[in-house]
């Protein structure tokens, strides 16, 4: 016999431990606890046996893993937390004595932490990181949008819309955006990068209050672990595409809401070379060949470097951009510019790889030119037009920046959001103008993306009922399809609703009828008694013996059917027996989750059937 | 008014600076307010911007107190007893009531050039003494409240009453406030009962009070310090103490000098740089260009569910919610909701709202993060049916039992118990108002009724080939009784072994079972051949089971004592108790059919000994709440046992003490188990009125588990007071199965199954 174990020294009592036992542990405040939590990703867990962890009691409380709080304790953060707290004392103190002086030698040295390494614990690689990125996403998307207020700061929302501008920009770089979705809640976006799908929801263009209900302080400790999240990963991102990171802002134009064309990319290598020249200048004494080389030269040799780096890269944002390497072209020098080129073009690196000619779906738009009208959102089509490749311009209503003009004769296609009304005094320069373009709403760019090709325009034309508009993300396969239905399906359930329309008929009109009766007689003997007195009926009643044999036999054929199948599953049941306990309860399980999804498809399904033949009887009614 | 201050002050600090805190305070007695001392001390401290804070002053009394003091100024020349008696008028003006003692003067004697206190003359008439003279009202330290009824607030001295002064309403106390320049400051006097202006010393204290300073006008804060032991010629001369002074007091500290030089070499070496800016890492950087660790990554956290068709702005038609699709979502609780919104559809992109749940969802997914618990689960993408054990088709484990060939039954009473003879030709079956009957199996003729007084408990056949009897167990005796139109020689062999001619020796010991016999001679078929009594009160046997040799033959009985359990040995004529004492109440007991082994069920145990050794081997834990049936299959390797919490447990004897397999098909209790004898088949028959029929394979080979395959559910027993087939028998050569049952039977072909049942209803 081994030695006697006593109770509560190992297994699941010394595994968890509950959170106030934790908090005692690290000798925290409760908030302080949570803040650690978020910024770790440390999250409860459920013991199998709850009485066992909880050493014998069965209080609800929430439990955490022992060695996540021990890995906890050792956390830098935590000791600037506590260091933080000891020096809001000191300061409280110093201010209530009046010691200025010391008061702000004490802010110098204010305690702060970074979230690098938590960073790096989180998400040891990149592919890690990129993955998780989309919760981050959501975030600093509503924070942008939000108004600064005494919880929010200004620079926060500030911080965050810069973010997201970043994060735009490189989607629309690399054109890595696939699908795109308009729900009720907001724009959702997935693109895909280095192989990760991201999913993003943004929310539509309006003021957002934070609710009494939510807990701002913790909005913002994730808004802080995503901040520097996502500082970390559009570094990476823009250094491996080869740009500077971060993109400069113009101010300027920032002001005058230009959105995302207030910041620049810049391709990283030209500004190297920008650099070596400078050195190369101030070590060659600027030779008198020096000065001969034009600003047009330096401007075509930058971009052949580009296109052999990257042979996609918005071309109307560098057109529509002067990069900083534009403006100080003068100082090139020949010799440094004409070296580096070669080698670049050379040297197969991983942001060449990336930039791989990719599906012909990334060039969608590529040969139009859009103008947005006033009443739709220039945020959402600037950045799919964009990223599609086309080419987008708006009025000054929706902000600076246009790159074309209304009367611009490029512009194919229009997105216009309103009702269709006849302009009275049309001159003919407009309505020439009217005629060339393509007015489409809104819903026509987002199908086009989600289709993976530009769909006919004249369903979604400026008036028009739109199609409905169908999510791209159902991936289930035995959903109900709308679509799928239309055609195939449709035709068959109009069938059967019609046969189902006859028998009802029949029931309504003859079922006085002896005939049918006898008929059904005979449909429902079940054996050969019952049959034969069916027979006896149906002669009494008058029907010849043809139609009778036919009723009959399709009733036996039926009845056969049924009982073969019958058997089957009664031979299966008798198997089922022989489950054991834990497959039998996962047999029902996954039975009964897909008898709710074939409920939910057969509702949806006779819905638009009911939907249907409304419609069907509102046109005849409509012909007639 | 300020310039006049100044001009005096001036004035007086050329006659004497000393003079000014007297002064101070003696000016402002004259006119009730104390803006003259301000004002002039002020001026005193050299101030003159205050000019703003003296224009504050109401005017008529700045304009009255300048005059005054102008007069002042002017008589300034003149002889301080002038002043003296200005003061002393004044302060009986005022008629200080608050001040015991009359101020005191500091003045520059002429004749000693020194510094004297000079206290204000007083004039012995009447009134000269202002601490005696007091408000009228002397009703003392009293609360007011008790005059509040009263048209007098109180007495005088001379006890006449006081009255209360006329209090006018609301507006007159406004018009008060407009008209009385005074009414500011003044407050309204308990013992009074009225309004009473604040004497200049209440207003200075409010003053001090208001500025923080020390309420006490005379305290000086910057008295000059008086040294007592500093000083030349003031020293202590002798030690306080006698210790001798300690090292520390005239030793440079080491500790100190070694931290200081540690900070000096710090300093020199450049480690520490004052006011050095701080070096500040770039706010980010390429964290993942070095190697990664090894740990492995923490688990994602599970990504939300993508947006269905639902969600979109403009879904089909088909996914709008009608009226009762909308109200019973309104009507749900938040967190049970399927779907956190409702569909919508609008027509335009521009006619789409807010989201007004936007913040709260994002929330409450963060809340998910940090506060969930999070478990891992593996996704099953199989298809169910794939977990359905594939078994052989019952087609291929053919023969068995399929339907009701025959269906017999009893005239009354419920049929408990039925005993099939061991050529398969004749069923017996006992019902509980006493009757036997003699079935012929093939053609379910009733071949002989025998009619015995009290329920019969157990029917059985013998299961010797040579021989032909049967033992009905009835209360307290077992009957034996031979059926009629038996072969001669089976017959004389019957009649041979169960009334021998000679009979064997008595036991020593006198036991409590009677064994009785008819003599062979006077056999009649309609009589038992040979009785048992078993000791009385044992109560109906529940069960009589047959060693396979058909010597031995077991009964459990109900009654109490030795747990009502006998082995009955027929060729010896001799009954034994095997057990001395059991654990909880016997249910069943079997021979085991090639050891000498023998399985006692109690309520929750199957326990089997050894009748040789006379041992127990093994205790069997079925799991089940009661046991009601139990069969051993004929290798004696395997056993089952059925209970009435409707399982069935299936031991492999070899293997362990726990059920190999457990079944749980019946809906209701299991009434009875067997293996057939010859064929690999075992039914079990249960209260919910089935017969359940499997194909049980065992294998020689250890390795291999038998093979249980359920073939057949027979129904078609109507339950009767929630009483089924109440026993299931096999024919012992043919697949076909005898059974019992509370309800009348049907009939069938022959050829699969038969079915000795019957009923009386």
Redesign the interface.
């Known amino acids: 016999m081994g030695r006697l174990r006593k109770k509560g020294e190992a297994g699941a009592a010394k595994a968890y431990v509950t959170r106030s036992a934790a908090i005692k542990k690290l000798q925290c405040s409760l908030a302080d606890f949570r803040r650690l939590c978020i910024l770790k990703g440390i999250f409860p867990r459920e013991p199998r046996h709850k009485k066992r962890a909880n050493k014998g009691s069965s209080a609800p409380t929430s439990f955490y893993y022992a060695k996540d709080i021990a890995y906890l304790a050792h956390e830098p953060v935590l000791q600037k937390l506590r260091d933080h707290k000891a020096f809001a004392k000191k300061l409280a103190r110093a201010l209530g004595r009046g010691e200025w002086s010391s008061a702000k030698s004490l802010e110098d040295h204010k305690p702060t932490y970074r979230l690098d390494h938590i960073v790096k614990e989180r998400y040891p690689t990149f592919i890690d990181a990129v993955r998780d990125i989309d919760d981050a996403l959501c975030m600093i998307f509503l924070f942008a949008s939000l108004p600064s207020d005494g919880k929010v700061s200004a620079s926060l929302v500030e911080n965050c819309a810069r973010l997201a501008a970043e994060w735009q920009l490189y989607v629309m770089h690399t054109r890595s955006l696939r699908k795109v979705f308009l729900s009720i809640k907001g724009v959702y976006y997935q693109a895909e990068v280095l192989d990760q799908t991201v999913t993003w929801l943004v929310p539509y263009q309006f003021t957002q209050s934070i609710p009494s209900d939510v807990d701002v302080r913790v909005m913002l400790t994730f808004l802080e672990l995503y901040q520097t999240l996502l500082g970390f990963v559009f570094f990476k991102l823009y250094t491996d595409a080869g740009l500077v990171y971060p993109p400069p802002l113009d101010a300027k134009k920032d002001e005058s809401a230009a959105g995302i064309g207030a910041f620049s990319l810049q391709d990283a290598r030209a500004i190297s070379q920008q650099s070596d020249s400078a050195q190369n200048q101030t070590t060659n004494t600027a030779g008198p060949d020096g000065k001969r080389v034009s600003s047009k030269n330096v401007r075509q040799t930058i971009k052949s470097i580009q296109a052999s780096s990257a042979d996609d890269v918005d071309v109307e944002m560098e057109n529509s951009e002067p990069s900083p390497a534009d403006a100080d072209e003068e100082e090139f020098v020949p010799h440094a510019s004409s070296s580096n080129p070669a080698e670049s073009a050379d040297l197969p690196t991983l942001q060449s790889l990336s930039t791989l000619p990719q599906s012909s779906s990334a060039k969608l738009f590529a040969p139009y030119t859009f103008w947005l009208s006033r009443e739709t959102s220039r945020p959402i089509f600037e950045f799919l037009v964009r990223s599609f490749g086309g080419k987008i311009g708006w009025p000054v209503t929706s902000g600076s920046g246009s790159p074309v003009e209304a009367s611009d004769d490029s512009i194919t296609h229009v997105i216009i959001d309103r009702p269709l009304v006849v302009k009275e005094d049309e001159t003919d320069e407009e309505r020439d103008r009217r005629q060339r373009r393509k007015y489409v709403q809104p819903q026509w760019v987002v199908d086009c993306i989600n289709a993976g090709k530009i769909l006919l325009e004249d369903l979604y034309a400026q008036g028009k009922t739109l199609p409905p508009h169908l999510s791209p993300f159902e991936a289930r396969e035995d959903a109900y399809d709308p679509t799928a239905n239309v055609d195939a399906g449709g035709a068959v359930s109009i069938e059967e609703d019609d046969e189902a329309e006859d028998a009802e008929d029949a029931m309504d009109e003859d079922d006085e009828t002896p005939e049918h009766a006898a008929l059904k007689a005979a449909a429902n003997a079940q054996d050969d008694a019952a049959l034969r007195a069916a027979e006896l009926e149906a002669e009494a009643a008058g029907v010849d013996f043809g139609s009778f044999e036919k009723a009959a036999k399709k009733a036996t054929t039926k009845t056969k059917q049924k009982a073969i199948s019958q058997e089957e599953t009664a031979e299966e049941d008798m198997n089922k027996m022989m489950m054991s306990n834990k497959q039998r309860k996962l047999y029902e399980r996954m039975k009964h989750s897909q008898k709710k999804r074939d409920q939910e498809r057969t509702t949806l399904e006779s819905k638009r059937r009911t939907i249907e033949k409304e419609k069907v009887k509102k046109n005849r009614g409509s012909q007639s | 008014m300020a310039p006049t201050a100044s001009i005096k002050s001036t004035k007086k600090r050329k006659a004497a600076a000393v003079e000014d805190a007297p002064a101070e305070t003696s000016f402002p007695q004259e006119v009730g307010l104390d803006l003259g001392s301000e004002g002039e001390e002020d001026g005193v401290e050299g101030d003159d911007e205050d000019d703003g804070e003296v224009d504050e002053f109401p005017e008529i009394d700045a304009g009255s107190d300048s005059e005054e003091e102008v007069e002042e100024s002017e008589d300034e020349d003149e002889e301080e007893e002038e002043e003296e008696e200005e003061d002393s008028e004044d302060i009986t003006d005022v008629d200080d009531d608050i001040r015991p003692f009359p101020i005191s003067k500091t003045v520059i004697s002429d004749i000693t050039g020194q510094p004297k206190r000079v206290y204000p003359e007083i004039e012995p008439d009447y009134d000269s003494d202002s601490s005696t003279e007091d408000a009228p009202n002397r009703v003392g330290n009293v609360p007011m409240h008790w005059y509040d009824d009263l048209p007098h607030v109180g007495y005088d001295m001379n006890g006449k009453k006081v009255l209360r002064p006329a209090r006018g309403d609301e507006l007159d106390k406004f018009l008060e406030t407009v008209e009385d320049p005074n009414s500011w400051i003044s407050a309204f006097d308990k013992t009074a009962q009225a309004d009473k202006p604040l004497t200049p010393e209440e207003l200075d204290l409010i003053r001090r009070l208001q500025e923080g300073e020390n309420p006490d006008a005379s305290y000086d804060p910057y008295e000059p310090t008086v040294e007592w032991f500093t000083g030349k010629g003031k020293e202590e001369v002798m030690p306080l103490s006698s210790a001798p002074e300690p090292k520390r007091r005239w030793v440079p500290s080491k500790w100190e000098k070694q931290k200081v030089m540690k900070i000096v070499r710090a300093i020199r070496a450049g480690r520490i740089v004052p006011n050095k800016p701080k070096s500040e890492?770039p706010?980010?950087?390429?964290?993942?260009n070095d190697e990664?660790?090894t740990?492995p990554?923490?688990l994602?956290?599970p990504?939300?569910r993508?947006?269905?068709?639902a969600?979109?702005?403009?879904?089909?038609?088909?996914?709008l919610p009608?009226e009762e699709e909308k109200k019973q979502w309104e009507e749900t609780e938040k967190e049970d909701r399927d779907r956190d919104?409702l569909?919508?559809k609008?027509?335009?992109?521009?006619l789409?709202?807010?989201?007004n749940?936007?913040?709260?969802?994002?929330?409450g997914?963060?809340?998910d993060?940090?506060?969930?618990?999070?478990?891992q689960r593996k996704k099953?993408q199989i298809d169910?049916?794939s977990?359905?054990?594939?078994?052989p088709?019952?087609a291929s484990l053919k023969p068995f039992p399929v339907y009701k060939s025959l269906s017999v039954s009893h005239q009354k009473g419920r049929v408990r118990t039925v005993g099939i003879s061991p050529d398969g030709s004749w069923a017996v079956s006992g019902d509980e108002s006493g009757v036997v009957s003699l079935w012929e199996v093939i053609v379910g003729r009733e071949v002989k009724r025998w009619k015995f007084d009290g329920k019969i408990g157990a029917v059985e056949w013998c299961p010797r080939m040579d021989v032909s009897f049967f033992v009905v167990a009835i209360e307290d005796h077992l009957h034996f009784v031979v059926p009629p139109n038996l072969h001669p020689t089976v017959l004389s062999a019957t009649l041979a072994v169960l009334s021998p001619a000679t009979l064997p020796p008595q036991p020593d010991t006198p036991s409590p079972v009677k064994w009785t016999s008819v003599a062979a001679a006077s056999y009649s078929a309609d009589k038992p051949l040979l009785s048992i009594a078993l000791p009385p009160s044992s109560g109906v046997p529940k069960q009589v089971t047959w060693h396979r040799r058909g010597d031995y033959l077991a009964t459990v009985s109900g009654g109490e004592g030795q747990g009502g359990v006998w082995i009955h040995q027929i060729s010896r004529r001799h009954s034994q108790a095997p057990f001395k004492k059991v654990k909880g109440v016997v249910q069943l007991v079997l021979f085991h059919p090639t050891k000498a082994h023998f399985f006692v069920a109690t309520q929750r145990y199957i326990r089997i000994y050894n009748l040789a050794e006379q041992k127990l081997l093994k205790t069997l834990l079925a799991g089940i709440r009661w046991i009601s049936s139990m069969d051993v299959h004929p290798m004696g390797d395997h056993l089952i046992v059925g209970g009435y919490d409707r399982k069935l447990c299936w031991f492999d004897l070899e293997l362990s003490d726990k059920p190999y397999k457990v079944?749980?098909?019946h809906t209701r209790a299991v009434r009875s188990v067997h293996f057939h004898p010859t064929y690999p088949l075992f039914a079990s028959s249960s209260d919910d009125g089935t017969i359940q029929i499997f194909h049980a394979r065992v294998f020689n080979d250890l390795m291999t588990d038998p093979l249980?395959?359920?073939?057949k559910?027979l129904r078609g027993h109507e339950v009767k007071e929630g009483l089924g087939v109440l026993q299931a028998k096999w024919c012992p050569r043919q697949p076909w199965l005898g059974k019992l049952s509370t309800v009348k039977g049907g009939m069938a072909d022959p050829a699969k199954w038969s079915h000795c049942a019957s009923d009386a209803a």
């Open positions: 890492k706010q980010f950087y390429s964290v993942w990664p660790s740990h990554a923490p994602p956290a990504k939300p993508l947006p269905s068709h969600e979109s702005y403009n879904p089909p038609e088909e996914y009608t919104f569909p919508q609008h027509s335009a992109l521009r789409v709202p807010a989201y749940q936007f913040i709260q969802e994002r929330f997914r963060q809340l993060l940090y506060m969930a618990p999070r478990i099953l169910p049916n977990l359905i054990p594939k078994l088709s019952p079944l749980r098909y249980i395959v359920p073939l559910i």
